[in-house]
C-alpha cells in the first residue's frame, strides 16, 4: 500500500485545483473532480514577433511542447542524462515540470512563472530544471503522475514535481500560482522549501522517495493467481460495470457523473456490447434501457457547446453538467474515438443523425488534422489571439461568438440562427453555474442546440429539409469568417497510438456508412464524400507509420514524429492501438498487408512488454534506466488501456489464425485478464473496454464471414458492405481473393482451414460468403440481402 506520509514526510504542499485534469475514474481518485475552476484573468502565451531575449536548450528540440518554452529565462533541459549528471554533479534537486502544448493550464503557468525572472533566478540557482512532453514521453510522464495521483487523489497537467537527483520523487503537484493564495502556498514559497528541506533533511527525502517508488511498483506490477478468469467472472464484470454506469447516469444531460462532463467513449463502448448481447438473449427491454442511455449523451454531446458546430470535431471536455461550455482544445485520440461510437450507435438504431455526426468528426479530421504524407496530428489548443495583433490569446477565443457579430453575418437569417444556438446579447453562458463562474465569456456564445431540428423546424414554419440547408448556409458563412481568425496552436506531432485510433474510425466507417439509406442528405460542416475516401484516409495513415517510424530490420515501432522520428521507443499503446487500426484496415478493407504486419506487430509487442510469469503487458520495453516503474496499466479512460485493446486484439487473431498461434494467442489473453481479477470483480467502472474484452473471451466461438471471390468487383463490395450493415462485436470478417498467389500462401501457412474453403469456393461467382459459428457453416450466401438476413438470424 501506498504512503503518502512515508514518501514525502517533510514536504506536504497542495496545489490548486486549476489545471488540465487526468480522465475521471482512476482507483486512487474521485469519480469526477470537484471543481473546473478557471483562471480569473487569462494570461495566455504572447503572439507578438518581438526578438527573443532568451534562449535555453530547448531550441534544439522538436517537440512543439518543449519548443514553446525554448525562450523562457528558466535554463530548461530536455529529458536526459546531461540533465541528470548536471544535478548530481551540484547536489542539488531536480524540478521536472510535464506538460503538452495544448494545454491551457500550462500556458498559464508559464506566463506567470517560468516567464519571470525572479522566479527564473530561483529555479537556476537551486535546481536543475527539466521540460517534457507528456505526449513525447508518455513513460515518464506515468511514472511522476503516478505518484502525485497516489499523494493526492488526483492529478493533472501541468505536473510539477521535485526529484532527487538519482530521480526518486520529493514532493509535487500541478498547477502552483507564483505567488500564495486561496490559503495554498504560492510556487515561490514552494521553491524555498523544497530548498531548504533538501538543504537540511536531504537523506530523509531521498528514503522517502525510494519507498514510495518500491511501493508503488509492487502495486502496479500485480501478477496473476492464476492463468485464466472463470467464465462466471468474466460475464459479471460486464454487467457490474453496466450497473455502475446506470447508477451514476445523468437523464437530464445524459452522460456518467457530474461536472465536469468527460466524452469517455469506453463507457459508451460498453452499454453497447451488453445491449447486443441483450438483445441476442430476448432481453429487449434491458437492451432498450442501455440504448436510452446511449442515445440522450450522443444526442446532448452533439447538440452542446463540446462539439463544434461550425468546423466539426469535439472539445476535450465540458466544465458544466449540460455539455456546454467546454475546455475548447481537441484531441486525436477523442476524435476517433467518439467516431467510432457514434458509428455504432448508427448501425444499431439505422438512425443518420449518428451517421452525420460520425462524417462532422471525421471531416473536421480531413479538413484540419492531416498532412500531405497522410500523418494525422495530435492536437489544437483551446486559447488564440482575439486578434491579429492581440498580445495575449485567450481560451476559446476562436470559437465563440458575439450576439453583433452573427446579425452582420447573417442579415434576415440571423434571428433563426440566434434561436437555433440560443444567441443573447449579454452571452449565453449562464445554462449552469458551473458554466462561466468567472464571467470570462461575458457577452460571448457558445453554440449549442437546447432543441432537436425537427422541433424548431416547426417552430419557424419550415421544413426540415428547408431548415436544414438554410443552418447549413449560416454555418458556412460563420466558418468562412472564423478561418481568418488567428488560430489555435496546432500541434503537428504524429504520434503511433492515436494514429491507431483514428485509423480504425476511418476503416469502419469506410464500410459502415454505405449502408446509410440512398438520398441522404449532408449538411456543412458534414462533405458527404464516398465513404471510400475514409479508407484512403486509413490507408494513408498507416503507410506514413510504416514509412517512418518501423524499423523493418527490429521490427520494432518509435513513438512519435516531428521532423523525424523521436528518441523514445514505441510503448505499449503504440502497438496495441496500431494493431487494432490495422486488424480493421483487414477487415474492413481486405488488404493482406495489413492483417500480416499486425501480427509482426504482435509478436514484438510480446517479446518487449509481455510479462510471461505474471500475465500481462508493461507500458514500456523496460530499457530505460531513468523510467523508474513499469506499471501494467489497466484503467480505460479518455484513451483505453493498452491492456485492454491487447486483449481484444489477442482475441481477433485467435479467431483468425488457427493453430498453436491461435491457442498461444487466447491463453496470452487469458493469463493477461487474470491479472486484473480483482479489478474486473469490484472496479468494472474503471476497466469498461477490459470487461467486453473478458466478456468476448468467455464467447465460446466468434462468428467468422468469409468473403471469397474478385476484391475488385463491385459485386464483392456489396457482399463486404452487407456484412458491416449490422453491429456484432463478436464477429471476424475475412476477404480472401483467391488469384492472389499472396492471399493463398498466407492463409496456407496461417490458416489452412480458411484456404481449403477458398479453394472449394465455386469459381463462376465474383463474391461468395460462408457464415461459419460453432464450427458448423452455412450454405454459401451470394446475394447481399440474403447475407444481410442470414447475418440478422446468427
Known amino acids: ?107 498559464v503557468m508559464e506566463v506567470e512563472s ?54 526518486k520523487p520529493l514532493m509535487g503537484g500541478t498547477y502552483f500560482p507564483p505567488d500564495d493564495n486561496y490559503g495554498r502556498p504560492g510556487f515561490k514559497t514552494v521553491l524555498r ?34 492463468t485464466k478468469l472463470s467464465d462466471e467472472l468474466a460475464q459479471a464484470s460486464l454487467k457490474t460495470c453496466s450497473q455502475q454506469l446506470a447508477s451514476s447516469y445523468d437523464p437530464k444531460f445524459g452522460g456518467f457523473g457530474s461536472a465536469p462532463k468527460f466524452p469517455r467513449p469506453v463507457e459508451v463502448c460498453l452499454l453497447l456490447y451488453e445491449s447486443k448481447k441483450l438483445m441476442e438473449n430476448g432481453r429487449q427491454s434491458e437492451a432498450n434501457k442501455n440504448m436510452q442511455m446511449i442515445c440522450n449523451t450522443l444526442q446532448c454531446m452533439a447538440r452542446g457547446g463540446i462539439h463544434d458546430h461550425i468546423g466539426g470535431g469535439f472539445h476535450r471536455y465540458s466544465v458544466d453538467e449540460c455539455w456546454h461550455v467546454p475546455h475548447f482544445e481537441k484531441m486525436l485520440y477523442d476524435q476517433g474515438q467518439v467516431a467510432n461510437v457514434y458509428l455504432d450507435t448508427f448501425s444499431i438504431t439505422r438512425d443518420t443523425f449518428y451517421a452525420s455526426i460520425t462524417r462532422d468528426v471525421l471531416d473536421y479530421l480531413r479538413r484540419e488534422m492531416i498532412g500531405d504524407a497522410g500523418e494525422i496530428y495530435s492536437a489544437e489548443d483551446a486559447d ?22 452573427v446579425e452582420e453575418l447573417l442579415g434576415e437569417y440571423a434571428n433563426l440562427f440566434k434561436d437555433h444556438y440560443y444567441i443573447k446579447p449579454s452571452g449565453n453562458c449562464d445554462l449552469s453555474r458551473m458554466s462561466d463562474p468567472h464571467n470570462e465569456f461575458k457577452g460571448k456564445n457558445v453554440l449549442i442546440e437546447r432543441e432537436d431540428i425537427p422541433s424548431m423546424a416547426s417552430k419557424w414554419g419550415k421544413s426540415v429539409d428547408e431548415y436544414c440547408h438554410i443552418m447549413a448556409e449560416c454555418c ?17 506531432k504524429v504520434i503511433v497510438s492515436w494514429n491507431g485510433l483514428a485509423v480504425s474510425s476511418f476503416a469502419r466507417a469506410s464500410r459502415i456508412l454505405r449502408t446509410e439509406p440512398k438520398g441522404t442528405k449532408y449538411y456543412f460542416p458534414v462533405v458527404g464524400c464516398d465513404p471510400n475516401e475514409y479508407l484512403e484516409v486509413a490507408e494513408k495513415a498507416a503507410s506514413f507509420i510504416r514509412r517512418n517510424l518501423y524499423d523493418l ?103 483468425i489464425i488457427s493453430g498453436a498461434r491461435s491457442e ?47 476484391k475488385a468487383s463491385a459485386e464483392f463490395d456489396d457482399m463486404v458492405a452487407a456484412v458491416f450493415a449490422s453491429y456484432d462485436p463478436n464477429r471476424t470478417v475475412i476477404q480472401i481473393d483467391r488469384s492472389s498467389k499472396e492471399e493463398m500462401e498466407f492463409w496456407e501457412n496461417c490458416n489452412p482451414n480458411i484456404a481449403r474453403m477458398a479453394k472449394s469456393t465455386v469459381e463462376d461467382k465474383q463474391a461468395v460468403a460462408h457464415v461459419c459459428q460453432d464450427f458448423v457453416c452455412s450454405p454459401p450466401v451470394t446475394d447481399p440481402d440474403a447475407l444481410r438476413a442470414l447475418l440478422g438470424k446468427a
Open 664 to 710: 498461444d494467442y487466447r491463453r496470452t489473453a487469458e493469463h493477461l485478464l487474470a491479472v486484473f481479477e480483482m479489478r474486473l470483480k469490484d472496479q468494472g467502472i474503471a476497466v469498461p473496454l477490459m470487461c467486453c474484452a473478458a466478456d468476448m473471451l468467455a464467447v465460446q466461438s466468434r462468428k467468422q464471414v468469409v468473403l471469397v471471390g474478385d
Open 553 to 655: 530490420s527490429t521490427q520494432r515501432l518509435q513513438h512519435s514524429f516531428r521532423n523525424g522520428p523521436s528518441k523514445a521507443p514505441g510503448f505499449l499503446d503504440d502497438y496495441a492501438f496500431l494493431i487494432n487500426g490495422l486488424l480493421d484496415l483487414y477487415e474492413f478493407g481486405g488488404k493482406i498487408d495489413w492483417l500480416s504486419w499486425a501480427i509482426e506487430l504482435q509478436a514484438t509487442q510480446d517479446k518487449l512488454f509481455l510479462d510471461r510469469e505474471g500475465g500481462g503487458y508493461y507500458n514500456t520495453p523496460g530499457e530505460d534506466p531513468s523510467v523508474l516503474l513499469r506499471i501494467k496499466e489497466d484503467h480505460d479512460g479518455a484513451e483505453p488501456s493498452g491492456n485492454s485493446v491487447a486483449a481484444i486484439n489477442l482475441i481477433r487473431l485467435s479467431s
Open 193 to 226: 522549501k523544497v530548498k531548504e528541506a533538501w538543504e537540511t533533511k536531504c537523506e530523509m527525502l531521498e528514503r522517502g522517495g525510494t519507498l514510495a517508488i518500491e511501493q508503488l511498483s509492487e502495486a502496479l506490477s500485480a501478477a496473476a493467481k492464476s
Open 1 to 107: 500500500m501506498f504512503s503518502a506520509t512515508a514518501a514525502c514526510p517533510l514536504l506536504r504542499f497542495r496545489s490548486l485545483p486549476f489545471g488540465c485534469y487526468i480522465s475521471p475514474s482512476r482507483s486512487y481518485r474521485q469519480r469526477r473532480p470537484i471543481d473546473c475552476i478557471r483562471v480569473l484573468a487569462m494570461a495566455g502565451s504572447s503572439t507578438s514577433a518581438a526578438p527573443h531575449r532568451h534562449t535555453n536548450r530547448l531550441a534544439s528540440e522538436h517537440s512543439p511542447y518543449l519548443l514553446q518554452h525554448a525562450h523562457n529565462p528558466v535554463d530548461w533541459y530536455p529529458w536526459g542524462e546531461e540533465a541528470f549528471e548536471n544535478a548530481r554533479k551540484r547536489n542539488v534537486p531536480i524540478f521536472l515540470s510535464i506538460g503538452y502544448s495544448t494545454c491551457h493550464w500550462c500556458h
Open 384 to 405: 488564440s489571439a482575439e486578434h491579429h495583433g492581440a498580445s495575449r490569446k485567450k481560451e476559446g477565443a476562436f470559437y465563440v461568438w458575439t450576439s453583433q457579430e
Open 114 to 167: 517560468f516567464e519571470s525572472k525572479e522566479i527564473a533566478k530561483m529555479l537556476n540557482e537551486w535546481f536543475v530544471s527539466i521540460k517534457v512532453d507528456r505526449e513525447e514521453r508518455p513513460d515518464v510522464d506515468k511514472v511522476y503522475m503516478t505518484y502525485v495521483s497516489a499523494l493526492y487523489g488526483g492529478g493533472g497537467w501541468p505536473l510539477s514535481v521535485f526529484l532527487s537527483p538519482n530521480l
Open 476 to 492: 458556412k458563412k460563420l466558418f468562412d469568417v472564423r478561418s481568418k481568425r488567428p488560430r489555435p496552436h496546432l500541434d503537428d
